[in-house]
């Protein structure tokens, strides 16, 4: 009876990963919104969005198509099932309840351009019409926080370059790459200058609220995009092409650097050790540590200082390596260091003076130090940590997906495995343990 058991086993299993390797995921993309996503006059998914779906969709294994629509209607296919994800968007603050935005594929700066000439000193003062595409990520943004400033809709973002080039607008917005230093902007096209950067945002990746499989294939998925992956998208990428076909004086001009800027983004971007943007407000970090913990966020005081005692505790970096491998072994989540169990932020203060290197820096030498020593270097690529300001205080988040096999932590001589449940890391003693790696992972411990 064993003995069959054990030879339907494998057969079961196939049989439950059917249904994921045959799976289509479908993708609501922005039809006119060059060169992030659009249609080509043959109805074609074009742009970095897309190229960026289709890789995601070779990592994990599953068929995508694309549907186009405006900025709305893509959403509206999100919230009504139509569509699995959205292939990019701002994070927007009263979608919180409704949508989840996976971690960023690029950073953009909206730009407020005007005609070289028109130098009004502030945006209340302008009087011409400033031109926009109806309906793109920008489009809402711009009207809560400038109410007073005339917009010129178009239709199409195509519609509105063409006058561009014509230098017939007296001013316009777009959305830019933010491109970082050593590598310089993107200039104004011909006839135009920046006036003002209205805005420097993240596109993300969105899906439904509670759905979980998605969000979690997403991650997932993300994770396994490599630079060398990121390097080939861009080496076969028919943007370039299509500035001289369809040109934009500034974006042509700036072809080389738009080119070597998405390499350095994603070089930053894949880095698992990243520091926080000099403002550090983040509303999505906050909104976690608002929510309390759960079985997808924990808070940790310190690495290994102890605030009690007053001293280096090596046994607190045995907890945190603990937290990490919990999150590992199961859907992933967030773990925030140098935050209270009521949310509160704290800072690292404490660690960073036990170190010696006493900052940011020290700090994360110190933990890959403990995920190494713990866990194994080969968890790096599921984990992604950074330091970052909140409240005024430095902490560090460690966002993590799930492993791609059973993540032990190691104490002398001897394994622990731990999962996440009922918002903690539980230990598994070893029938546990085999009976969830089996069930988690489809494989025999």
Not at 242 to 248: A, D, G, L, N
Request: glycine share 6%.
């Amino acid at each position: 009876m064993k003995l069959k058991a054990a030879l339907l086993l494998p057969f079961i299993f196939l049989l439950l990963s059917l249904p994921l390797f045959s799976q289509t995921i479908r993708v609501a993309h922005q039809k006119d919104y060059y060169p992030y996503s659009w249609s080509d006059s043959a109805g074609n998914p074009k742009g970095f969005l897309i190229e960026w779906w289709k890789l995601w969709a070779t990592k994990v294994h599953v068929k995508v198509t694309f549907v186009s629509g405006s900025l709305d209607a893509c959403l509206n296919m999100v919230l009504h099932d139509s569509a699995d994800a959205m292939a990019g968007s701002f994070f927007e603050q009263d979608m919180k309840d409704h949508l989840r935005y996976a971690e960023f594929i690029m950073r953009l700066k909206t730009i407020l351009f005007l005609e070289k000439g028109y130098n009004p000193k502030s945006v209340n003062e302008i009087t011409k019409p400033v031109s926009i595409v109806k309906g793109e990520l920008s489009d809402k943004f711009v009207r809560q926080k400038f109410p007073r400033l005339n917009l010129l809709y178009f239709n199409s973002e195509r519609e509105m370059r063409s006058k561009i080039d014509q230098r017939v607008l007296s001013g316009f917005i777009y959305d830019y790459p933010d491109l970082r230093p050593p590598f310089e902007e993107v200039p104004a096209p011909k006839g135009y200058s920046k006036f003002l950067v209205i805005r420097a945002d993240k596109i993300r990746p969105v899906v439904k609220e509670g759905n979980d499989r998605m969000i979690g294939l997403l991650m997932t998925g993300a994770a396994q995009i490599t630079d060398n992956d990121i390097l080939r998208i861009i080496s076969g990428y028919s943007i370039i092409k299509k500035q001289s076909e369809i040109p934009w004086n500034g974006l042509i001009i700036a072809s080389a650097l738009f080119l070597m800027g998405l390499v350095a983004l994603y070089l930053l971007l894949r880095s698992r050790r990243t520091n926080a943007s000099p403002t550090g407000n983040d509303d999505e970090w906050k909104l976690l540590m608002e929510q309390g913990e759960n079985e997808r966020v924990e808070f940790k005081s310190s690495l290994r200082w102890d605030l009690r005692q007053e001293k280096v505790n090596k046994a607190m970096e045995h907890v945190i390596a603990k937290t990490i491998s919990a999150f590992l072994n199961s859907e992933g989540g967030t773990l925030f260091i140098g935050v209270d169990d009521e949310g509160k932020a704290i800072g690292l203060m404490p660690d960073y003076m036990s170190l010696s290197r006493k900052n940011s820096d020290g700090f994360l030498l110190a933990l890959t130090d403990v995920i190494n020593r713990y866990i194994g270097k080969k968890t790096h690529r599921f984990i992604n940590a950074r330091i970052v300001n909140v409240y005024s205080r430095e902490i560090c988040i460690i966002s993590m997906v799930r492993s791609d096999a059973p993540v032990f932590v190691g104490t002398g001589n001897e394994e622990e495995f731990f999962i996440r449940a009922t918002a903690s890391s539980q230990p598994l003693n070893m029938r546990e343990a085999m009976e969830y790696i089996q069930s988690h992972w489809g494989r025999k411990a």
